[in-house]
Nanobody, 124 residues
């Protein structure tokens, strides 16, 4: 089955940048919808963005305010979340997820496969 492992999280200073990786195994990500979610302390889980099977990208513009981008590397079977100009409101656990459907959902309940999550603290 699909397995996902996030990496790249860690403390970063406000204004800095960080790239998170979501390495997939067991299945090829181009056959799946893959997405990033985040959950900040005391807040609900939030959709950040996703990549369609075709490579199309759908972003939640409220997550990162245009500072975040996503991409994927077919050869490495990996999806990335590039976060620039990190703000004090960005600290959260960031998780990648996948679903075997032809379209993107922003609802976390629609995703059956999840990574373990990676923490992104932001120091002021």
């Amino acid at each position: 089955q699909m397995q996902l492992v996030e990496s790249g999280g860690g403390l970063v200073q406000a204004g800095g940048s960080l790239r998170l990786s979501c390495a997939a195994s067991g299945r090829t990500i181009t056959n799946w919808i893959t997405a990033w979610f985040r959950q900040a302390p005391g807040k609900a889980r939030e959709f950040v963005g996703a990549i369609e099977r075709s490579g199309g990208i759908e972003m939640n513009t409220d997550s990162g305010k245009g500072r975040f981008t996503i991409s994927r590397d077919k050869a490495n079977n990996t999806m990335y979340l590039q976060m620039n100009d990190l703000k004090p409101e960005d600290p959260a656990v960031y998780s990648c997820a996948a679903r075997y459907m032809p379209y993107v959902s922003r609802n976390s309940l629609d995703y059956a496969f999840w990574g373990q999550g990676t923490q992104v603290p932001v120091s002021s």
